[in-house]
């Protein structure tokens, strides 16, 4: 169980999301099959976030519950909290911002410093979506400077991303947008963060349809092509540019 569990992260981590997810079955079945609770709980938040980035929210959601229940039973704080802005990023994605803001209003006082990030961008995302655009700014300012001083380069990454995509939604500054952009990749390249690669590649080709920059979306159609193994954005955003191509 635990070397299928450590392979589904691996596969995870390389965003490989189709072989982490078979990994992550069988590592659940095993530790579903000898009753060990601790793991169980963490096998299904594991697999919550894989299929998550397969698109599939409704299974995410009910592994994300399973976990949950099983961390508060044990009394895992920190595991319970992980599972907490997993939901609630789903949740997010599915356009239900008051649940998904009630788990991270839940999660917030219970996270470590990195969680507290993770919640903080999660948080930022949803007053972006709302028209909050002032707030989620400000929210993201406070991420940046709190993971530069942590040396957090696969937070800071995400934090610049999602600066970028605020600035591309509200503001119309392309010119800003883009110089996120490049930072945020510079910053996962350097963690080894594919994963996060791949969703600047995919909020450059939204930024680029918007504009109408033929060229770019083309270029990008193969970047994106290149680099995707069952991403739902990524996969989403494939369609469009082509569409956008004729």
Known sequence: GHVQNNLGLIYRGLGDYREAEKHGRKALETFDRIGHCPHIAISQANLGMTLTALGRFREALEGFDRSQRSFREMGDQYGFTKTLWGK????????DWGAALACLEEALPRADC???????????RIYGEVGKEEDALLL??????????MEQKPILGLALLLKGELLSWHDDDATGAEAAFAQA?????????????????????RLAVRQARREDVAGLVQEIAGQNRGDWP?????????????
């Open 88 to 95: 609630a990023e789903v949740l997010r994605i599915l356009g």
């Open 185 to 205: 990749a510079t910053f996962f390249a350097e963690a080894k963060e594919r994963e996060g690669g791949l969703r600047v590649a995919v909020a450059r080709g």
């Open 114 to 124: 990195v969680d507290r990030l993770l919640v903080q961008l999660i948080l930022a």
């Open 140 to 149: 993201l300012e406070e991420a940046l400077r709190s993971a530069r001083e």
């Open 234 to 246: 990524a996969r989403d955003l494939q369609y469009e540019l082509l569409i956008f191509l004729g």
